[in-house]
């Protein structure tokens, strides 16, 4: 990926997207942005993440465990002021951590479904797991823009440098 040319300066990649660039193909390098979630993931291993995630379950359980507790020691005695406000404070907070807890198993749906397809286009081995795979597209999607900036920037120079010719041949001319 970064070997480079003859001219010490042009890797491979860079090659292949000022050759993109020359065939106005330049969207199929877009495919950068599907991946655009691996700056945020790519240190996270998908173990640890869904480990994590049913933490998070087992936590919300025993929170509903004591609303539960609590709601029946309220209908069985004298609720106090304060045992009614804990109450009806704990019912408002599981309430909002259902919500974000039910986009957060949206997500980890999403994330399970694109590791098993990435995990099944590489395939398995205990020597490559999430941590390399997403490591590596996130090394091939950054090398990838930088390429295109290289590119961009020596055509945006070399513009410059035909507008210059152009004008010193221009003044040359008027000159004879």
Do not use: W
Not at 19 to 33: A, F, G, M, V
Not at 39 to 62: A, H, P, R, T, Y
Not at 77 to 92: H, I, M
Not at 133 to 157: M, N, P, Q, W, Y
């Amino acid at each position: 990926m970064y070997q480079s040319g003859v001219d010490k300066k042009t890797t491979i990649l860079d090659y292949m997207v000022k050759s993109l660039y020359d065939k106005n193909e330049y969207r199929l390098l877009d495919i950068t942005d599907d991946f655009e979630v691996l700056d945020s993931v790519v240190k996270l291993s998908g173990g640890e993440i869904l480990k994590d995630m049913e933490g998070i379950e087992k936590n919300f359980k025993l929170l509903n465990n004591e609303h539960s507790r609590c709601s029946d020691a309220a209908a069985t005695a004298d609720e106090s002021t304060t045992d009614k406000t804990y109450r009806e404070r704990l019912q408002v907070k599981i309430e909002q951590f259902s919500l974000q807890l039910a986009s957060v198993t949206r997500y980890q749906n999403i994330m399970r479904n694109k590791i098993t397809e990435v995990v099944e286009h590489f395939g398995e081995d205990d020597s490559c797991g999430t941590l390399k795979i997403f490591g590596t597209l996130h090394l091939f999607c950054k090398s990838i823009a930088d390429s295109k900036i290289t590119v961009e920037r020596r055509a945006r120079s070399e513009a410059r440098n035909q507008g210059h010719r152009e004008r010193s041949l221009s003044r040359d001319r008027e000159m004879k």
